[in-house]
């Protein structure tokens, strides 16, 4: 259930309570969706109180009939907005989960270089991984590391998939 309002400050605003740090007992700011900009912003949970956030219908009592209207406008677009908004999020957490994945295969990739370096193997470059060569899962001989060709490169030596500890074929006796 969301919480409409309307701020001095802000105008109209609405505080979506499926958003985890919005939920009754979580603790720290709440985030509120500003309709006039369509931005997101902090607020302490202890500055949410009249009068610089009224209840939506206390803050109508009274008021001329355009002001109900925009009201009423925003609501009823509000659900395919939010749905856009949850969409962007995920986006951007999506984002995030593959940045975070680029920088281990990266650090994997490094890793290898020095043991093939160690090994005497000169470095040939990796494949990199796709989802349309039929999937490999292992686990890696030296760590133990659970491994799959879909996440992890492969060695253009001798074609096993590289670990997060640089761990490949050319390694294993």
Same mark, same amino acid.
Request: net charge neutral; aromatic share 10%.
């Given at each position: 259930?969301?919480?409409?309002?309307?701020?001095?400050?802000?105008?109209?605003?609405?505080?979506?309570?499926?958003? +985890?740090?919005?939920?009754?007992?979580?603790?720290?700011?709440? &985030?509120?969706?500003?309709?006039?900009?369509? =931005? =997101?912003?902090?607020?302490?949970?202890?500055?949410?109180?009249?009068?610089?956030?009224?209840?939506?219908?206390?803050?109508?009592?009274?008021? +001329?009939?355009?002001?109900? *209207?925009?009201? *009423?406008?925003?609501?009823?677009?509000?659900? *395919? &907005?939010?749905?856009?908004?949850?969409?962007?999020?995920?986006?951007?957490?999506?984002?995030?989960?593959?940045?975070?994945? *680029?920088? &281990?295969?990266?650090?994997?990739?490094?890793?290898?270089?020095?043991?093939?370096?160690?090994?005497?193997? +000169?470095?040939?470059?990796?494949?990199?991984?796709?989802?349309?060569?039929?999937?490999?899962? =292992?686990?890696?001989?030296?760590?133990?590391?659970?491994?799959?060709?879909? =996440?992890?490169?492969?060695?253009?030596?001798?074609?096993?998939?590289?670990?997060?500890?640089?761990?490949?074929?050319?390694?294993?006796?």
């Amino acid at each position: 259930m969301d919480w409409w309002g309307h701020s001095e400050k802000h105008g109209w605003v609405v505080l979506d309570r499926n958003i +985890p740090c919005n939920q009754s007992g979580s603790r720290g700011d709440l &985030l509120f969706f500003r309709f006039r900009d369509s =931005t =997101t912003f902090p607020v302490a949970r202890s500055d949410w109180h009249e009068p610089q956030y009224m209840y939506a219908p206390n803050y109508l009592r009274g008021k +001329p009939r355009e002001v109900v *209207e925009e009201f *009423e406008s925003l609501q009823s677009g509000w659900p *395919e &907005l939010k749905v856009e908004m949850q969409h962007q999020r995920q986006d951007a957490e999506n984002e995030k989960r593959m940045a975070a994945l *680029e920088k &281990l295969r990266d650090q994997a990739i490094a890793k290898h270089r020095l043991l093939l370096g160690r090994l005497g193997i +000169p470095y040939q470059g990796v494949l990199e991984p796709s989802p349309k060569k039929s999937l490999r899962v =292992t686990l890696c001989y030296s760590c133990g590391h659970a491994l799959n060709n879909a =996440t992890n490169s492969e060695c253009a030596v001798c074609g096993w998939i590289v670990c997060v500890c640089g761990a490949c074929g050319c390694g294993y006796s």
